[in-house]
């Protein structure tokens, strides 16, 4: 039931669901406005992983160093095509500052919060409100052709369980085939984080926007948001393609687009789209038990129930919505290089999304600079499936004043005001 505070949430990503969620709960009377359909953004299509395994950023110290050179090669993982773009470089040039170990351990243990509050409230929303999301308890493998890094993964598994008491069991050898009997021989060896859970995506999607309706929420779909407009230190109206909106807070949750709202928030958010590819086909008859990431390729596959997924690289390419095939040909041939049985010809999908890559591995999530009922939550990179939980629930104790229950600190907007 509301209690007559009302909350419009932008963007209808899992990020946006979750905040409405957790508003709806809080008895805001929530309105949800999304520029086409739930989902229509990162998360639809993406690898469905629940991982708090995944606590530690993209940078380090030496992560520079070792991936300039392979940066500019057309079929490495990560592509950042030379072009001018100076949003791009300026992003860069930040990013390189993350890459000392302080400020690895700083985003790690940010991360770390958010990914193991989002596990135990995601089993307790799947659970409360019935969403059947073929969540599933496997773990997660990390699978190497190269001995060299599979070795050298072991100071990382260290530092996991040390800092953060996350587990990872070592498969050297043939000892990984024996574990998942669906990799080809000649594995250098696993990791196996036996806590990490995954899920299909677009039924979270399609469970999350049954309970925020069930609770009372509206859901809005294409209604595309074109200007915040302020009025002295507040965002008096919602202007869109259907019209103006008005409410008492307003939650901008439009992952790798919330930098065009910079005027509105009061400063610049480095957030970039990081475009990301899956291929989702018919169950495999060999389909693996186990979500595996082929580490030297960065490839993800996801054994769902209900089919096979493919999906990752990372390209720079700025606000680009094309489907490049030759990206879509590394998935393919990654997944050839590492399982026995062939991916078939035929998909059901090809797809792509762009990851909100901030630039420090942690999102913004906090009140704007410039507009105290504005909260911004975006940037969630590539954990914002296993993060959005905590991140809604965190939007929502900010919007009514509580104590968070996770500290808050590491994700404010006050880091780049
Ligand atoms: C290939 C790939 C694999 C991935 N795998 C995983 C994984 O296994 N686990 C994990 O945790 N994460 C994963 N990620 C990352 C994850 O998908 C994203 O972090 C997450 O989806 C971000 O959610 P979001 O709600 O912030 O953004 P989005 O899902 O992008 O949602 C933003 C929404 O806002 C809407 N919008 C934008 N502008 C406007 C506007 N002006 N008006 C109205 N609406 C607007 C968009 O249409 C969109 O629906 C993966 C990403 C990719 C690309």
Redo the contacts with the bound molecule.
């Keep these: 039931m509301s209690d007559g505070r009302t909350a419009i949430v932008?963007?209808?990503?899992?990020?946006?669901c979750a905040s409405a969620y957790y508003l709806c709960r809080d008895g805001w009377k929530v309105t949800l406005?999304?520029?086409?359909m739930?989902?229509?953004?990162?998360?639809?299509?993406?690898?469905?992983?629940?991982?708090p395994s995944h606590a530690m950023p993209l940078s380090g110290p030496g992560v520079v160093a070792h991936t300039l050179p392979t940066l500019f090669k057309r079929d490495a993982p990560l592509s950042i095509p030379l072009r001018f773009d100076p949003g791009l470089w300026k992003w860069l040039l930040l990013f390189t500052r993350q890459c000392t170990t302080d400020r690895m351990m700083h985003a790690a243990a940010g991360r770390n919060a958010l990914l193991a509050s989002s596990m135990s409230l995601y089993r307790q929303i799947v659970c409360e409100e019935s969403i059947d999301c073929e969540w599933t308890d496997r773990g997660l493998l990390l699978v190497y052709k190269s001995a060299k890094d599979f070795d050298s993964y072991k100071a990382t598994a260290e530092l996991l369980k040390r800092e953060f008491d996350i587990q990872a069991v070592a498969y050297p050898g043939e000892a990984v085939k024996e574990f998942e009997p669906t990799l080809k021989s000649g594995m250098a060896g696993g990791w196996h984080f036996p806590a990490d859970a995954h899920v299909r995506?677009d039924k979270l999607l399609a469970g999350f926007k049954r309970a925020i309706e069930q609770r009372g929420g509206e859901i809005r779909e294409n209604?595309?948001?074109?200007t915040l407009l302020r009025d002295g230190k507040s965002v008096a109206s919602v202007e869109?393609s259907q019209g103006p909106f008005t409410a008492d807070l307003i939650v901008l949750?439009?992952?790798?687009?919330a930098p065009?709202f910079a005027k509105a928030i009061g400063c610049q958010l480095p957030i970039q789209p990081?475009?990301?590819?899956?291929l989702t086909m018919r169950p495999l008859k060999n389909q693996p038990k186990i979500p595996m990431i082929f580490e030297e390729h960065h490839v993800?596959v996801t054994p769902l129930e209900s089919g096979f997924r493919v999906?990752?690289t990372m390209e720079f390419t700025g606000y680009d919505r094309s489907i490049n095939p030759k990206r879509l040909a590394l998935l393919r041939k990654s997944a050839a290089e590492h399982l026995e049985e062939p991916l078939p010809e035929t998909v059901n999908e090809e797809w792509?999304?762009?990851?909100?890559m901030s630039v420090d591995g942690l999102p913004c999530i906090g009140r704007a600079p410039a507009a105290r009922n504005l909260i911004v939550a975006?940037g969630?990179?590539?954990?914002?499936?296993?993060?959005?939980p905590a991140t809604g629930k965190l939007v929502a104790e900010i919007a009514s004043e509580q104590t968070p229950h996770i500290d808050a600190t590491p994700y404010s907007l006050s880091r780049f005001a």
């Design positions: 932008i963007g209808g990503g899992l990020v946006g406005l999304e520029r086409q739930i989902g229509s953004g990162a998360s639809h299509g993406n690898c469905g992983y629940v991982c995506p209604v595309e948001v074109v869109t949750a439009t992952g790798a687009e065009q990081g475009k990301g590819y899956s993800a999906g990752s792509a999304g762009w990851r909100p975006a969630n990179g590539m954990i914002g499936l296993a993060t959005a």
